[in-house]
């Protein structure tokens, strides 16, 4: 992967990420993993109390629940790296993992990434020392799955997309529907009935008016 040119402009997509960043979204995996892995201890022994009916503690002192920890964060990174390039944490950084050239992490470089996270442990922490050495800032773990971890967002176009928000709804906004500019025709022309009153009303009946001219003929 080639080194971001200075013509980049003001935003961060796929540029190198910082030692800071990493740090800081590991600190915050680790944490997550920890209070997951915590709860589902609490929630396991809470069970074996109900159903023996023994107080039974489980600790990651114990060497059981130290291994099944260590696999717990292995799934826990090597799943979110396999399937997406982030974890939580990275996530929340706007980081992510991708291969050396930039294009999408495979599931494999994925798991293998997390197989060989430990040994940026092991090493002394030389092995993420060496994100300060490389180039492309990237620990042993990610010479040996091929991968670089990038900024996956753009600070400058998720502004201008927030400001240019307001207008687009303005813009975009649909027109009333037709039949609320233009009342029905019922409403525009009374019916027939009530324009023209029924001929019985307007003709007095015959019997009325020959009541009226009884009296004078007599």
């Known amino acids: 992967m ?70 717990w964060e292995f799934v826990y990174f090597g799943n979110a790296w396999a399937s997406s390039g982030r974890t939580p944490g990275m996530a929340l950084l706007g980081i992510c993992v991708v291969r050396a050239d930039g294009t999408v992490l495979s599931p494999r470089q994925g798991w293998l990434r997390a197989l060989a996270f430990p040994l940026g442990f092991l090493t002394l922490g030389v092995g993420f020392i060496w994100i300060f050495v490389d180039r492309e800032r990237r620990a042993v773990y990610d010479v040996i799955a091929g991968s670089t971890v990038v900024y996956a967002w753009d600070a400058r176009t998720g502004r201008l997309r927030f400001l240019a928000r307001p207008a687009g709804l303005r813009m975009s906004g649909n027109p009333p529907p037709a039949q609320q500019l233009t009342p029905p025709a019922q409403q525009l022309t009374p019916p027939a009935q009530q324009l023209t009153p029924p001929a019985q009303q307007l003709t007095p009946p015959a019997e009325q008016v020959t009541g009226m001219s009884g009296p004078e003929s007599g």
Not at 30 to 59: C, D, K, P, R
């Open 2 to 71: 080639s080194a971001p040119s200075p013509a980049a402009g003001k935003t961060l997509w796929g540029h190198y990420a910082g030692s800071v960043s990493r740090l800081v979204a590991f600190v915050v995996d680790l944490v997550l993993s920890i209070a997951v892995f915590e709860l589902a201890l609490a929630g396991i022994s809470y069970i074996a109390q109900i159903v023996t009916g023994n107080a039974i503690g489980l600790h990651r002192s114990n060497i059981v629940v130290l291994v099944i920890f260590i696999a």
